[in-house]
């Protein structure tokens, strides 16, 4: 049997009652705006849905692919993914405006089996080795698709053919994603068919937190042109927060394993930035709490958790407390400025999950990005304690260095080396994904590195 007839697949043509392909456009970018504004309210926070138009965002991601020199980057591409009537259209943009589109007939409620269907694959559904950084992942359903059958049909599903022409020659992808498309390990999906290599051997990309987010880059950029930034400044870290292994003694937390491998693990970043970790009973909850909104680099690693029916209260991330609970929520994340827009490395399982909403997921990764953060690094599922901080030493090492796009190209480049040092088994590297804009084309390369 054809393994597509579990799914139906049907791509169909874009058929417009009159309009152009830019006004079927406006209106899903228009409607888009009105679901996220949907998703704050359900959260609890303020927003509300700006004009947003092709040419708004034409112009904003032209603004993004310009260098220092004022020439167009070829390199990037920007993905708008938007579902309604069942359908999941695809935008794909260049520097100077759309360059393809396609829709594809498919329903949430398939587009969730399908990710489902490969995470079971995976047999992401039992702990990973002796200590993961998540509670037990409960199933109660078994898909029987081999992880290549699986991988086909969402790289098919995500990647049309109209899309994968557009991506020739290109480096680096930025996502506005729809439903759960956060979720689904982009990492390992194979575009270009089971023979051309997964996406992360060709492709940085980040998901885009929403169209603000963009058009803020942009401004930065006219500012910048004004203001003349420094350019040395750019990467410059500052006021590190790093923290790792809290004692998991509380009344939250109790019975949660001890995470020796984090340990290392932030005291490996607290070297590279001259820093002193948080760790054991140091690593109190109402010291995170604290110094989070002045911190420029944030470095979480210990257990999260999340849950999809009540994200903003029963997610978390565990830390220490004497007297009282370790855990701090999505909600209490929420509270919080960030001033410095840092970036938030979560080394922890299951922090890019929560609830799935029409534009995205309510979980931990958002609450840092609506309040400041210009990335976040989140999990999708539980992961090896000893494993991800042999990925997170040589992420640290990747971003040190000049790069594009930072901080999604170190994140792809310290996956490959990864793959070729310790383990090709996408259950110890596919789980993360990036989560905020990167630096944008005329801060090209940028190295994160202590101030001092």
Not at 301 to 318: N, Q, R
Not at 413 to 432: T, V
Request: aromatic letters at 10%; glycine letters at 6%; proline letters at 5%.
């Amino acid at each position: 049997m054809n393994i597509r007839l579990l799914f139906i697949l049907l791509v169909l043509p874009f058929v417009l009652n009159g309009q152009t392909a830019i006004q079927k456009l406006d209106q899903q970018l228009a409607n888009y705006e009105v679901n996220f504004e949907r998703l704050m309210r359900e959260r609890g926070l303020p927003y509300y849905a700006g004009e947003v138009d092709y040419e708004k965002v034409r112009r904003a991601v032209g603004t993004y692919c310009r260098k220092t020199n004022g020439e167009a980057s070829s390199e990037i591409a920007f993905l708008f993914y938007h579902h309604e009537n069942d359908t999941l259209f695809t935008w794909l943009f260049e520097h100077h405006g759309l360059r393809s589109k396609a829709s594809l007939r498919i329903t949430a409620d398939s587009l969730i089996a399908l990710n489902n269907t490969l995470k079971f694959a995976l047999s992401i559904d039992h702990q990973i080795g002796l200590a993961s950084r998540g509670e037990q992942l409960k199933s109660t359903k078994r898909y029987r698709l081999r992880t290549v059958e699986c991988r086909e049909i969402i790289s098919e599903v995500l990647f049309p053919s109209s899309v994968i022409k557009s991506l020739i020659g290109k480096k680096h992808l930025l996502i506005v994603p729809s439903l759960n498309l956060t979720s689904i390990p982009f990492s390992l999906l194979k575009p270009w068919g089971e023979s051309g290599g997964m996406l992360i051997d060709s492709l940085s990309f980040s998901f885009v937190h929403n169209f603000v987010q963009l058009f803020e880059e942009a401004d930065l950029r006219n500012y910048t042109d004004s203001q003349k930034m420094n350019p040395e400044e750019i990467g410059k870290i500052y006021n590190p927060l790093i923290v790792g292994n809290p004692t998991f003694t509380d009344s939250c937390t109790s019975g949660l394993p001890q995470l020796p491998g984090a340990e290392r693990e932030v005291k490996m970043v607290g070297r590279f930035f001259g820093a002193t970790p948080l760790t054991g009973k140091e690593a109190l909850r109402s010291a995170v709490l604290d110094k989070m909104s002045s911190a420029d680099f944030i470095y979480f690693a210990t257990h999260g958790w999340s849950d999809t029916e009540y994200p903003l209260d029963l997610s978390y991330l565990a830390f220490y407390s004497p007297d009282g609970c370790g855990a701090i929520t999505p909600r209490q994340l929420q509270k919080i400025s960030f001033e410095e827009n840092p970036l938030v490395i979560l080394s922890a399982c299951q922090s890019g999950l929560g609830k799935i909403h029409e534009a995205g997921i309510i979980g931990l990764a958002r609450a840092f990005l609506k309040k400041g953060a210009r990335s976040v690094l989140m999990s999708l599922w539980n992961v090896d304690d000893a494993a991800t901080a042999q990925l997170m030493t040589l992420y640290m090492e990747e971003l040190s260095k000049p790069s594009s796009f930072s901080p999604a190209e170190p994140w792809r480049r310290a996956i490959l080396r990864f793959r070729q040092q310790h383990s090709k088994d996408p259950l110890h590297w596919a789980a993360f994904q990036q989560f905020g804009i990167p630096y944008s084309a005329q801060f090209d390369p940028v190295a994160i590195r202590p101030a001092q």
